[in-house]
């Protein structure tokens, strides 16, 4: 007896057709899991961010655009860098209005909790002297700040307010990514060199590093792909055929 016919009935189509593939189709919005699985990551993520930096300062080889000017800051003021990291971070955030952008709650953690973790760091960890010490610490501030950039990019809870300052350029002005984000670090490197911050091996390393270090791990962290896509569509968009940032 041919059970073709009671199978259509009972499934709704012939026995020997194949199941509708039910993945989203390329460039299709995924839905966010909860934040409250998304959570832990980015709170991790920013304490690593944190430690990272604080390695890089007690390495004593350079630091990122970013932290020299926090650094230079910190030596003109007498405040320490993560505290200087955490009142810069205030009136970036205003910036973003008038350039359209909106922060969401993990950029709000961003400020305060990778300036509290950069100065609990500094505390903990004890500056290195001789060469070999110092450039260990550094590569290995490099790549926790990298990891540590996977993990809260992929809980995708809000840029941070630096970064929100470069897409709201690009948004506003029609910057490239790549423009507005040589535009505003070089801008960063050079202030915070005439303050007194430290450029050195670790700010070229930093430079050429973090960018593979993040693009290896926000795709482990990124468990849902829609933050890799984002990020590969934007590439894309601004440099075709160009990987990495």
Do not use: C, K
């Not at 959570?39 to 930096?53: E, S």
């Not at 110092?134 to 790549?143: C, T, Y």
């Not at 973090?210 to 896509?229: E, H, M, S």
Request: no cysteine; glycine share 16%; aromatic share 6%.
């Amino acid at each position: 007896m041919d059970e073709r016919p009671f199978s259509r009935l009972t499934t709704g189509r012939p026995a020997d057709s194949r199941p509708a593939d039910r993945r989203p189709p390329a460039g299709h919005p995924v839905a966010a899991p909860p934040i409250a699985r998304r959570l832990p990551g980015l709170l991790l993520g920013l304490v690593a961010f944190g430690l990272g930096i604080a390695l890089m300062v007690q390495a004593d080889l350079g630091l990122g655009p970013w932290e020299v000017l926090h650094q230079g800051l910190a030596r003109w003021s007498g405040l320490e860098i993560g505290t200087v990291s955490i009142l810069l971070g205030l009136p970036i955030l205003l910036l973003w209005w008038p350039l359209g952008e909106r922060p969401g709650i993990g950029t709000l953690l961003n400020v305060v909790i990778i300036g509290a973790a950069t100065n609990v760091g500094i505390g903990l960890v004890p500056i290195q002297h001789e060469l070999p010490g110092q450039a260990l610490m550094m590569v290995a501030g490099v790549v926790v700040i990298g990891i540590g950039s996977g993990l809260y990019l992929g809980a995708d809870l809000g840029p941070g307010p630096r970064d929100g300052l470069m897409t709201g350029l690009h948004h506003r002005f029609g910057w490239s990514i790549r423009r507005a984000r040589t535009a505003i670090e070089l801008s960063a490197l050079g202030l915070g060199f005439l303050f007194g911050g430290t450029v050195g091996l670790g700010t070229v390393v930093f430079a050429f590093g973090i960018g593979p270090i993040v693009g290896w791990a926000l795709p482990i962290f990124d468990q849902t792909g829609r933050v890799v896509r984002r990020r590969d569509l934007r590439i894309l968009e601004e440099s075709p055929g160009t990987l990495g940032e």
